[in-house]
């Protein structure tokens, strides 16, 4: 498959659709694929190890996507958080978000470990801190952790998770908060790196096995790789300036996918991927 022909940091086109806001890459270790969505389309894709595309509809903005570890797939979507049927397509609510914001929809999400899902709110206009940022837990329990978010995006975690990266893109900045993997309790939370300016912001993120931070830079063209200390360590350019987000798979979790959307660019709205030297961790499934 596509894979093959992706053999260095220089990262190359993939065969798929291209996307109006293609977003949130996730690599499902259990099944080889690698899941995305096209927010405005609401549409969820599947690109299989051996090549097979499949796409379904959601029905509304999604915003992330998740694989659900007792079947199906789970959406942070306009509505809030939905249980996909990958057989027929349905979809059903698991738990309404800010049903009270109708301008509201969920963004960027991601599960730690023990499969809790943490996504984010922002309004459809961009104005800024009417969103917030919340947590699925397995049993359906849903937590606000906190609010005044402008457009709630990156999530990831250290390789011990005691660390939570989170990027609020209108802030220009990556944060980090103390993590009890135990609990999901997040704890006091701090400015980690400071980027962009104007139109150019901070979106989606992963941490790679080494535990440096793997950002992409909406408008900026580029995945800019931080280490654990906030110093910037390693750039991969893209043709495409709207860079949305990254996730590492494959068999050996060395390859990095990374979205983007329509706009400026020879390839805007394409999905990448490249080979850039360190491996990633896995992305985790929905445990609920
Ligand atoms: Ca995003």
Not at 38 to 47: F, I, T
Not at 237 to 254: I, M, N, Q, R, Y
Request: net charge negative; aromatic share 8%.
């Amino acid at each position: 498959m596509a894979n093959r022909a992706v053999s260095s940091s220089q990262p190359v086109q993939l065969p798929v659709p291209i996307a109006a806001l293609g977003e949130g890459p996730h690599w499902d270790v259990a099944s080889s694929a690698l899941y995305w969505v096209d927010v405005p389309a609401g549409r969820v894709h599947r690109l299989a190890d051996d090549g097979g595309h499949v796409s379904w509809d959601a029905g509304q903005p999604v915003g992330a996507v998740v694989p659900r570890a007792s079947g199906g797939l789970v959406l942070a979507a306009r509505d809030g958080f939905l249980a996909m049927d990958t057989g027929t397509g349905a979809v059903t609510p698991l738990a309404p978000v800010e049903a009270d914001r109708p301008g509201n929809r969920m963004n960027d999400g991601s599960c730690d470990r023990a499969g809790r899902f943490y996504a984010g709110t922002m309004a459809a206009d961009e104005s800024p801190g009417a969103g917030s940022l919340y947590r699925l837990d397995p049993d359906l329990r849903l937590t606000r952790l906190f609010d005044g978010v402008g457009i709630s995006n990156g999530i990831g975690w250290s390789p011990d998770e005691t660390r939570m990266y989170y990027v609020d893109s209108l802030a220009y900045q990556v944060d980090v908060m103390d993590y009890d993997p135990a609990t999901g309790e997040i704890g006091r939370r701090r400015c980690l790196a400071t980027l962009g300016n104007g139109e150019v912001v901070p979106d989606g993120l992963t941490v790679d096995a080494e535990g440096c931070i793997w950002v992409a830079i909406w408008g900026g063209g580029a995945v800019q790789r931080y280490r654990p200390d906030g110093r910037l360590k390693q750039i991969i350019e893209l043709p495409a300036a709207h860079v949305t987000s990254c996730a590492f798979g494959g068999k050996d979790l060395d390859v990095l996918y990374i979205s983007t959307a329509a706009g400026h660019g020879a390839a805007a709205g394409a999905l990448f991927a490249c080979r850039p030297g360190v491996t990633g961790q896995e992305c985790h499934p929905f445990r609920g």
